[in-house]
């Protein structure tokens, strides 16, 4: 089975553009979460989408939305980009919301210049 | 809340040494608890859980952790590291299946031969 891809693998933007970052769960997972990893403030929960549906939101600016379409795959999009949102961010899929074993994806590296 | 504490940003072992991970936790309920590992340029990959049950609990690679309620921990071990542990550690947190991990700053584990 085909693990969760996470496109683009790199990608760098100017400060006050957007940029969307694509996700495709694990075949049959129906819960995509997304984190952001940073140095200064570690892994931090963004929001969670479980059929096509946010389920739970973390705590971070209007500016980072996302959304799932009804195969489950996932779009972030970050707009009016700021230097500090530079970072790795991670997807993670999971079968469903029981005992919440989720399977990350290689990330996506984020540089705002 | 809750919040996960991982003790020691920085942990040196030589190899064939037992390897230790300190991890505290916060919560107001039970929790559920994980321990994931993060290779460079990677995503991050699930060592072991914690949900219900067993207090010992075995993952891959040969690693297990204890949940221990009376002090709110959930130490990673190894008996004997291999020059292939070396990498980043973190141990997170959830109060329910289905919702965000709550992660630690993480542990850098270097393993000298």
């Known amino acids: 089975k085909a693990g969760v891809t996470q496109t683009p693998r790199y990608l760098i933007k100017t400060r006050g553009q957007q940029v969307t970052l694509s996700c495709s769960p694990i075949?049959?997972?129906?819960?995509v979460s997304w984190y952001q990893q940073t140095p200064g403030q570690g892994l931090q929960f963004l929001f969670e989408?479980?059929?096509?549906?946010?389920?739970n939101k973390g705590n971070f600016p209007g500016r980072f939305s996302g959304r799932q379409f009804s195969n489950s795959r996932s779009e972030m999009n970050v707009s009016t980009l700021e230097l500090g949102d530079s970072a790795l961010y991670l997807c993670?899929?999971?079968?469903?919301?029981?005992?919440?074993?989720?399977?990350f994806g290689p990330g996506t590296r984020l540089t705002v210049t | 809340a809750q919040s996960v504490t991982q003790l020691g940003s920085h942990v040196s072992v030589s190899e064939g040494a037992l390897v230790l991970l300190r991890c505290n936790y916060s919560?107001?309920?039970?929790?559920?608890l994980f321990w994931y590992v993060q290779y460079p340029n990677q995503g991050l990959q699930l060592l072991l859980k914690?949900?219900?049950?067993?207090?010992l609990v075995k993952g891959i690679n040969g690693f297990e952790a204890e949940f221990k309620k009376s002090e709110t921990s959930f130490h990673l071990t190894k008996p004997s590291a291999h020059m292939s542990d070396a990498a980043e550690y973190f141990c997170?947190?959830?109060?329910?299946?289905?919702?965000?991990?709550?992660f630690g700053k993480g542990t850098s584990l270097l393993v000298t031969p």
């Open positions: 993670a899929s999971s079968l469903d919301n029981t005992y919440y074993e989720q399977y």
């Open positions: 075949s049959g997972h129906r819960s």
């Open positions: 989408y479980f059929s096509e549906t946010q389920r």
């Open positions: 919560s107001s309920v039970p929790p559920y």
């Open positions: 914690y949900t219900t049950g067993a207090t």
């Open positions: 997170a947190v959830s109060e329910n299946s289905g919702y965000a991990l709550n």
